[in-house]
């Protein structure tokens, strides 16, 4: 197994400098850039309408240079554009800047932010543990839920419990996250009816002060809402995957031969039918996790004013603040790699069956 994580490791390389060529180059064509940005800052003009591509090349500008290729630069010091592109990187081919942003975040070097007087691993600092808090306990609290009542349903299959209860799986699966989080604030948070919780952060502003059981009830009464959105959307396909899961090993030869040595249903189910059925579901936990942390929560993040990792990509792909995007990119792919390599572990942990080192 050693020899096959090695492996596994040496592949993350040319793994995460292909998934950043790929999103470098994709950023190369979007339009809007920080250039542009500035320039429809001085202009008063729409950002957007700014960073499309002018199609007046070979006009003059009115200081009588050749037309620059920003939309809404014309009049402009071209000595002005040039050191703005300067200030940027853009002055520097496209290939020169992706291999000495390559040989940056080889050391964790991410750069500055162009909107923000901090750096880009400052600010993943600052911004990661609202996600973790957020995705950690949402998808604790996801597999606490879904396991407990897969389990349920597939022992009781075809009755009245297994029957009200996949109506509410569907339930929980039709409602979007952001909706059923609109109606928690509206019920719940001051909206329109009980003001039981907070609406912003995830402490509030006396938690300093408080003592640490304070601190703790503090830290809860900010989650509840959030996990409990992120929540109502993430159980219901987990719990038909345990459903699945248990009833196809359920009817399985060595069930049988278990009853017949004389094993209780309960022994059968959890002595024997467990390990199997549940090596997808656990080994899927880390790969449910990094989901969670980036990808499942930004909404819920804007809803709740939760400051997290991914309000700051959202936030960074809005402006086009090129390193953050890139930054955040990069650790969301390593973090993803590296918990794809944990489930394997897992896989075998849980069934010493599975051997990747011999395949």
Known sequence: M???????????????????LINFA??????????EQIIA?????????AGRISGATGRETASGGPASRYRGAQGLDPEFIRSLEKQFGFDQPAHRRFL???RDYLTFNFGHSYYRDRSVLQLIREKLPVSVSLGLWSTLLIYAISIPLGIRKAVRDG?????????LVVAGNAIPSFLFAVLLVIVFAGGRY????????????????????????????HLVLPVATVTIGGFATLTMLTKNSFLDQI???????AYAKGCTPRQALYGHVFRNAMLIVISGFPAALIMTLFTGSVLVEVIFSLDG??????????????????GTLFIFELLALLLNLLSDVIYTVIDPRIDFEGR
């Open 159 to 167: 009755s009245r419990f297994d029957s009200w209860t996949s109506a």
């Open 100 to 102: 000495r942003m390559c």
């Open 41 to 49: 800052q001085i202009r008063g003009i729409d950002a957007d309408a």
């Open 309 to 326: 990792i991914g309000l700051l990509g959202f936030d960074a792909a809005l402006k086009r603040d090129y390193p953050v995007m890139m």
């Open 251 to 257: 009817h399985l030869q060595y069930v049988t031969t």
């Open 2 to 20: 050693t020899a096959y994580i090695l492996r596994r490791l040496l592949l993350l390389i040319p793994t995460l400098f292909g998934i950043l």
């Open 194 to 221: 009980l003001d039981w919780f907070p609406l912003r952060g995830l402490t509030s502003e006396n938690w300093a002060s408080l003592s640490w059981g304070g601190r703790i009830l503090d830290y809860a009464w």
């Open 26 to 35: 994709i950023i190369q064509f979007a339009p809007g850039g920080p250039v």
